[in-house]
């Protein structure tokens, strides 16, 4: 008898270890099986940091469910590959070029439904323009950032960054890759020929700005310039009022024939099965405080116009309908079509 | 009875067939499908028609600047191989030959060491010392020994040193391996019978090493051709290699198919340089083929 019960209790031990075992690892799992996941993709440094502290988790407790966040860059080929009636995300934010994209190859729904999303209401009219598919929840200004501390001078043009004395320490984008550079390419239309849509007054232009540090994103284009490796480079005002406060010898420069838009759009996958959560959140995204949170944060200038920020943000970011009518918008649609060719164009007149 | 005995499951068969599997699923599998998404219009998986085509091999073959980037990636490619064998030999001789134990694990550690920090982490500690504001020109401008900074990084230059560093830890080992095994009794008898020690070393210890030296070239030959984070970091962008391309093509321009076919050339490059290297150094060593 003892016998058996010893063998027993050894047996029930072991099941019990073991399930105990399994039960903690799967614990998490079943605690959030009951929960539905929103499936999106975000940005990393500031915006990944408020996000994951107070924004995402505010609206995981909000709508009872959990929010799954991709931040590995690039998104648009995952979701190319994911099967069209379940995709990999649910809402897509990227830039315009990448959104313009994923609408032609009918990756994302082309427009938000103002009836589900009832902040798109209060959103300046460039936020959800025919330029824009989805909504544009925040915005930034693509202009110039400078060294303050080279003795440089007022620079008031975007042409300013063609000047000889600025050979070797002038900055820009791999425009195949980049929105920035992109965005750029069209201003170097317009600024040396008809128009944006003027590619081979962009070409030439392009050709006239080596020699040229060139990166692949902001952050690369950030240490660059707080390292003194360029003193003059295209940048987008947030990359610049970031470090505000920390003493840095930069600053923006809005040039006089007008900053570009760097819009960070919401859209929402037509797979996915999560529709009703997706226009929550992007609804959420328009909230004034939550717009004021993150611009605060980010530097982002809102796409809500009734959001107020501070005095400190408001002097500098794009919150009146007089500085957002200075905005200039890029018809991706145009430049998609054609960018196989920029790409090729661009990748040989920046080889070294 | 005999016919019994052929159909029974050979045990070594059934033991690598596991492995065989995984092989299969995780190389033959991929680089198929690889093959198979370079010769059509679009992806299956998500398109409903799509056809056969050649258009991203003729693309290739028509436009002078790919075949230039191919040129560029195997320059680079047997640039570093060449640098990592001339830096790298040395080492292993001595390396192999050392008495001391000690001394022979103080130079496997070194050799080692760098291999313990991320290849990202190491191409920027290149760029810290080699950009315009680096520790080089920062220091030979301080001592007014130049004017303006060289040009040290954005060009093939700054990639190769990058690569080197990275990859000559790999022909060091291959080769202390070999050279280890070779019988030093066999370079004592060349000089016995009257050849100076460089003559020796010429005539028996480098040809008996040249299995090493062709294993650590195709190595090192190969990472470097496939290496991404370093040609972008010190070529700053400006010097497109054949994994930057397919990336680009990936990531910014959603085109499968021409990554794809622009991965098959890179496999097939490096198919026909192992080929190749080969039967040179077959012929060289005096053997038809190098096994």
């Keep these: 008898m003892m016998k058996a019960l010893g063998s027993l209790s050894r047996r029930r031990f072991l099941t019990a270890s073991a399930s105990l075992g399994i039960g903690t690892i799967a614990a998490p799992c079943v605690a959030r099986a009951d929960d539905p996941t929103l499936r999106i993709t975000g940005w990393g440094g500031k915006w990944g940091d408020i996000m994951k502290a107070e924004i995402g988790p505010a609206f995981e407790s909000e709508f009872k469910c959990k929010l799954q966040t991709d931040s590995a860059f690039p998104y648009l080929p995952k979701l190319q590959a994911s099967s069209r009636s379940a995709p990999i995300y649910d809402v897509l934010h990227t830039n315009s070029n990448e959104q313009w994209a994923a609408a032609e190859m009918g990756l994302v729904e082309p427009k938000i439904d103002p009836k589900l999303v009832p902040n798109l209401a209060d959103v300046y009219p460039y936020a959800i323009s025919d330029k824009i598919v989805g909504v544009s929840i925040f915005t930034s200004a693509i202009g110039l950032g400078l060294r303050t501390d080279k003795g440089y001078g007022a620079i008031t043009s975007w042409k300013e960054l063609w000047d000889a004395k600025y050979n070797g320490v002038r900055g820009g984008y791999v425009i195949p890759v980049n929105s920035l550079g992109q965005a750029f390419l069209m201003m170097c239309g317009t600024l040396f020929g008809k128009g944006q849509t003027d590619l081979d007054a962009a070409y030439t232009a392009l050709e006239k700005l080596k020699p040229i540090k060139i990166v692949d994103f902001t952050g690369a284009m950030e240490k660059m310039l707080l390292s003194g490796e360029v003193g003059l480079c295209v940048i987008h005002d947030s990359g610049i009022y970031r470090y505000d406060g920390q003493n840095q010898p930069t600053d923006f420069v809005s040039p006089s024939e007008g900053v570009l838009s760097l819009e960070q759009v919401l859209t929402i996958t037509p797979g996915s099965k999560m529709k009703e959560l997706a226009n929550a959140y992007v609804n959420y995204m328009l909230r004034p405080e939550v717009q004021k ?60 | 009875m005999s016919s019994t005995a052929t159909t029974r499951p050979n045990g070594l068969a059934l033991f690598i067939l596991p492995s065989a599997l995984l092989f299969a699923l995780f190389f033959f599998l991929p680089i198929g499908l690889m093959a198979l998404m370079s010769v059509l219009t679009g992806n299956p998986v998500v398109m409903p028609k799509v056809a056969f085509t050649t258009r991203h091999y003729a693309r290739m073959i028509g436009d002078p600047y790919y075949l230039e980037v191919i040129w560029t990636t195997i320059r680079i490619g047997l640039v570093t191989t060449l640098v990592a064998l001339l830096i790298g030999y040395p080492l292993a001789h001595w390396m192999a ?36 504001k680096g520790v080089i020109n920062e220091t030979l401008l301080a001592f007014g020994l130049i004017s303006q900074p060289l040009k040290l990084m954005y060009s093939e230059t700054g990639i190769v040193v990058g690569l080197v560093h990275i990859y000559v830890p790999f022909m060091v080992l291959t080769l202390t391996g070999v050279i280890g095994r070779i019988d030093e009794r066999l370079e004592q008898a060349a000089e016995n019978l009257g050849a100076s020690p460089l003559r020796a070393f010429i005539e028996v210890t480098l040809p008996l090493s040249l299995p090493g030296i062709l294993a650590g070239s ?10 991404y984070v370093t040609p972008i970091l010190l070529g700053g962008f400006q010097i497109m290699t054949l994994p930057i391309l397919i990336y680009q093509q990936i990531s910014a321009n959603f085109n499968v198919g021409f990554a794809a076919a622009l991965g098959i050339v890179l496999l097939m490059i490096s198919l026909l340089l192992v080929v190749a290297y080969n039967r040179a150094l077959g012929l060289v060593s005096g053997q038809r083929e190098l096994q």
């Design chain 2, 218 to 227: 195709l190595l090192v030959f190969a990472l470097a051709i496939s290496a």
């Design chain 2, 97 to 132: 030959r050392i008495k001391s134990r000690t001394g022979h694990a103080l130079l496997l550690m070194a050799v080692l060491a760098p291999m313990l920090t991320g290849i990202v982490v190491r191409t920027f500690a290149w760029m810290t010392l080699l950009s315009d």
């Design chain 1, 293 to 352: 949170r993150l611009a605060e944060t980010v530097w982002y200038s809102p796409a809500n116009k009734k959001v107020k920020l501070d005095a400190k943000y408001d002097a500098k970011l794009l919150t009146t309908p007089e500085k957002v009518s200075k905005l200039i918008q890029v018809d991706w649609k145009w430049y998609n079509e054609r960018k196989d060719e920029i790409d090729q164009r661009v990748n040989r007149i920046f080889r070294a």
